[in-house]
């Protein structure tokens, strides 16, 4: 598998810097929500999450407990990674706005439902690739990182920002 090959020759070399395009994705959460309805809502958006990306070649580089970061890049290579973000982007966004709306209606009938936004962020520019300990994940630092955490921070409920970084196709 190239992803495989990819994987290995980055984790052989100490690190290496690629271009990259990093999608960080996190949950609106109101502050009432219990463990079982967060729980809920993460399997929700990690179900949708990687429906969205199989279909744009991305990759789930790290799950968190609110949400999740998408590399277009790397482990393979993907033509127009930019337009694959803002494609996958759009596309969550959509599809949990969907399911909110489904919640909404379930809540309509006495039932208890989750219905969390989500904040968006999509950079693209140089990161380094590389695990930050023994045998640990592979994982992107640098600038694109954190410019595209800092937008997630900045973006609203159910809002997708988006930065160029040193290249945007259009």
Known sequence: KPSERTSSSVRAAAAV?????????????????????????VLELFGVVDAQVAATGGHVAQRHADGCDIYFGFPSPVDKPVECGCATALGIVGEMARTKARAQRTASTGRMAVAPG?????????????????????????ETVRVALRLQELAGPDEV??????????
Do not use: N, Q, W, Y
Not at 22 to 40: F, I, N, S, W
Not at 133 to 140: C, N
């Open 17 to 41: 810097s690629r271009h990259l395009v990093v999608l960080a994705c996190r949950m609106a959460l109101p502050d009432t929500l219990g463990a079982e309805e967060l729980r809920k809502a």
């Open 118 to 142: 989500l904040r968006i962020g999509l950079h693209s520019g140089m990161a380094v690739l590389g695990a930050l300990g023994d045998g640990g994940p592979i994982v992107a630092s640098g």
């Open 161 to 170: 920002l988006i930065t160029g970084g040193d290249t945007l196709e259009a």
